[in-house]
């Protein structure tokens, strides 16, 4: 591994561009709801002798960056405080129950495929206001806000119906994922151009190797994402933006539907239906073993597969490929964004100290070690110089410079409209098996997303970029 000094690199994996749920226009003025305090390390107010409750999704994280950085930094800060901590895969099994019973731990990482909905739980008044913590002073310079030490996606994304409800704790890199060392092997070049894509599948099936594959048992949504990005990749970002806003026939509008259309082919010509039967793991092992060429996923895949990482392998991101030899934005472009959800209940028996427990992990301390124990780079400006990071991330970060503006957007729809992007991801496998057409799935899509729009109970979001 190498280090990630100030530079080119470090300066753009510091200040990264959109990613999350957020949407609509900021709060007018700063929640008044929480006791403030004049003291810069309790700006909030929090009684030390009140414990604390963190429930953490256990995914490729894991769960050790919050056991033995930020709960033990906070202990730290209150002495002797109890911090009780939960981890789990199934988010919204075990929490919705107790939200709904007034039940709600302080602090809880909303993230995984069993994540609750965030424009429901702000509906019920769940979500504590988190524009104190970003007014807040930052643990490391009292003399700064915490909003002016986090790459400005933080604030675009934390708002969810207008209000600064969600914290989205790192940076990530979505796009097509292979392994460096056997293309190098190979003297394979990776393709810029969709003729050259579909050259290597028909090289790359010579060998026995598939050119594609996702997870669609567990996992269908990476090939959602992917086919958005395609399509953002050929109309440019106003297509997703129109999505987002639930606009009329966005989801049928021409660049939509031939980025589904080449997906779908090439899972016709160079996949294998038996991958709708595995989930992210079983396929992401596949990869490792070169059964696979390019996988779509984000820059967590690494850290997520660490321990099965065999010495031929190298992972490296890959730009979504030229489609139509004149897409709006030119090969070359990834999405990069912000994700990994945090937000402290309101009703929750300490939300001073969930807020506290949030501006720990802002810290450069509470950042920097995150990254050491994840491998993964967090929104926090500057935390992770110095740090030795993965291949991969460093491939990821050459990317991004190499992007530059041309930066694609996130579906923010995944986290206003979760009804909406739950049906996308049953859809995608319908699709991608040939049990429909595009044509068709564009239009169960807009369906969807009319019904959505139709539906006054649902409160809408927009976004102008």
Same mark, same amino acid.
């Given at each position: 591994?190498?280090? =990630?000094?100030?530079?080119?690199?470090?300066?753009?994996?510091?200040?990264?561009?959109?990613?999350?749920?957020?949407?609509?226009?900021?709060?007018?003025?700063?929640?008044?709801?929480l006791p403030a305090s004049a003291d810069p390390r309790n700006p909030f107010g929090v009684d030390a002798k009140k414990a604390l409750e963190v429930v953490i999704f256990s995914g490729a994280y894991g769960d050790a960056y919050a056991k033995e950085v930020h709960e033990a930094l906070y202990k730290q800060a209150f002495p002797g405080v109890t911090?009780?901590?939960?981890?789990? %895969?199934?988010?919204?099994?075990?929490?919705?129950?107790? =939200?709904?019973?007034?039940?709600?731990p302080d602090v809880i990482n909303n993230s995984g495929p069993k994540s609750m909905d965030l424009a429901a739980l702000a509906a019920e008044g769940h979500l504590a206001d988190l524009t104190p913590l970003f007014d807040a002073p930052s643990v490391d310079d009292p003399a700064k806000k915490v909003r002016d030490t986090v790459t400005p996606a933080v604030l675009? /994304?934390?708002?969810?119906?207008?209000? /600064?409800?969600?914290?989205?704790?790192?940076?990530?890199?979505r796009a097509l994922w292979y392994n460096a060392k056997l293309f190098a092997a190979k003297g394979w070049k990776v393709p810029a151009t969709w003729q050259e894509f579909t050259a290597l599948g028909e090289t790359a099936k010579k060998e026995g190797i598939l050119l594609f594959a996702y997870p669609g048992q567990k996992g269908p949504y990476y090939q959602l994402w992917n086919v958005l990005y395609t399509a953002a990749k050929i109309g440019g970002n106003q297509v997703i933006l129109d999505?987002? /806003?639930?606009?009329?026939?966005?989801?049928?509008?021409?660049?939509?539907?031939?980025?589904?259309?080449?997906?779908?082919?090439?899972?016709?010509?160079? *996949?294998?239906?038996?991958?709708?039967?595995l989930d992210h793991t079983q396929t992401q092992i596949k990869q490792l073993q070169n059964k696979v060429l390019f996988y779509p996923v984000g820059s967590w895949i690494?850290?997520?597969?660490? +321990?099965?990482?065999?010495?031929?392998?190298?992972?490296?991101?890959?730009?979504?490929?030229?489609?139509?030899?004149?897409?709006?934005?030119?090969? *070359?472009?990834?999405?990069?964004?912000v994700g990994e959800n945090?937000?402290?209940?309101a009703k929750g028996e300490n939300p001073q100290g969930g807020l506290e427990y949030l501006r720990i992990m802002l810290s450069k301390e509470g950042a920097r070690r995150f990254t050491e124990k994840t491998k993964n780079v967090t929104v926090v400006n500057g935390a992770a110089?110095?740090?030795?990071?993965?291949?991969?991330?460093?491939?990821?970060?050459?990317a991004q410079d190499k992007a530059g503006q041309?930066?694609?957007?996130?579906?923010?729809?995944?986290?206003?409209?979760?009804?909406?992007?739950?049906?996308?991801?049953?859809?995608? /496998?319908?699709?991608?098996?040939?049990?429909?057409?595009?044509?068709?799935?564009?239009?169960?899509? %807009?369906? +969807?997303?009319?019904?959505? +729009? +139709?539906?006054?109970?649902?409160?809408? %979001?927009?976004?102008?970029?």
């Open positions: 591994m190498t280090a =990630l000094a100030a530079g080119p690199g470090a300066g753009v994996l510091s200040a990264c561009a959109t990613a999350g749920t957020g949407g609509g226009e900021p709060a007018a003025t700063p929640s008044t709801s911090v009780t901590h939960t981890a789990t %895969q199934e988010i919204g099994t075990l929490l919705r129950p107790r =939200l709904v019973g007034g039940d709600a675009a /994304n934390a708002l969810v119906t207008g209000k /600064n409800l969600v914290l989205n704790y790192t940076v990530s890199h999505i987002d /806003n639930l606009v009329d026939n966005a989801w049928t509008a021409e660049p939509m539907q031939r980025a589904v259309t080449v997906w779908v082919d090439v899972q016709t010509k160079y *996949g294998d239906k038996a991958y709708f039967g690494e850290n997520e597969m660490v +321990k099965d990482i065999p010495d031929d392998f190298e992972y490296a991101i890959a730009p979504i490929p030229e489609v139509t030899g004149a897409d709006k934005m030119p090969y *070359g472009a990834i999405q990069v964004g945090f937000v402290v209940a110089e110095g740090v030795d990071l993965p291949a991969g991330l460093l491939s990821a970060a050459r041309n930066i694609i957007t996130e579906a923010r729809f995944e986290g206003w409209y979760k009804e909406l992007f739950d049906y996308g991801t049953e859809q995608i /496998n319908v699709v991608m098996a040939g049990r429909i057409t595009p044509a068709e799935f564009c239009a169960r899509m %807009q369906k +969807k997303a009319d019904d959505v +729009k +139709k539906d006054d109970a649902i409160t809408k %979001q927009t976004r102008s970029q």
